[in-house]
């Protein structure tokens, strides 16, 4: 409970106010965080964006705790004795911290949204080998289509273009990011669903305008 929390804390506090009095540095929280409690941030960064969570709002959170914390150390240093000169180290040491734990909370969140958005792209160039395959499972083609958040369409497009085409890489962003990446040999292109909806072709057409793709 919070008597215990703050029992938890007063002895450290009073250790370093002790310490700052006497000339001595109190600078061991801006060091590097231990290993163990890095991997700790890391997979707490990770596990917000797992669970569809904005890092901002678990940022927030920290410096919410942050605050509340150096009221509870700032007055157990005050009531020990603690100058002004050791009262603004030690908040500058503990804001230092929090900094470092935000900081691999942030690294953990970037790291994970990385690894997924990878994930993904390899499930949606392995669903276009599938549709593409002579021999291809239903099954397996819906499960990976599901998996990569891809709805089946009732047509399709294959526009395929050479690798070393200048224009390639702008016209495969056009297609949008509906569209699945396809690599065939020298040839890069891309599978655009529902091409045969209404005003597709002329979106594709307009799209393809001065590159030499193959459509089929």
């Keep these: 409970d919070r008597s215990e929390v703050l029992g938890a804390i007063e002895g450290p506090t009073l250790e370093l106010v002790a310490r700052a009095e ?27 964006y797992r669970e569809g ?21 700032g007055r157990i240093a005050a009531a020990a004795g603690a100058s002004a000169e050791t009262l603004a180290a030690l908040a500058d040491e503990m804001f230092v911290l929090v900094d470092a734990l935000a900081s691999a909370t942030a690294d953990g969140y970037v790291a994970e ?6 994930s993904r792209e390899r499930q949606r160039e392995e669903l276009a080998e599938l549709l593409l395959a002579d021999r291809s499972s239903t099954g397996a083609v819906r499960e990976l289509a599901a998996a990569c958040r891809w709805r089946l369409p009732a047509s399709a497009a294959l526009v395929l273009v050479h690798a070393d085409e200048p224009a390639a890489p702008a016209m ?16 890069l292109g891309a599978i ?25």
Excluded: I
């Design 53 to 73: 969570r904005h890092l901002s709002d678990l940022l927030a959170a920290y410096r919410v705790a942050a605050r509340v914390g150096w009221r509870h150390l």
């Design 172 to 187: 495969l962003r056009r297609l949008g990011p509906e569209s699945l990446p396809v690599r065939w040999g020298s040839l």
């Design 113 to 118: 949204h990385a690894e997924q958005a990878s």
């Design 22 to 48: 006497a000339g001595e540095s109190v600078d061991q929280l801006s060091e590097p965080l231990p290993e163990l409690v890095t991997l700790l941030f890391t997979e707490v960064g990770a596990g917000q």
């Design 192 to 216: 655009v669903p529902d091409s045969s909806g209404p005003g597709q072709r002329d979106r594709l057409a307009s799209t393809l305008a001065g590159v030499p793709a193959v459509v089929g």
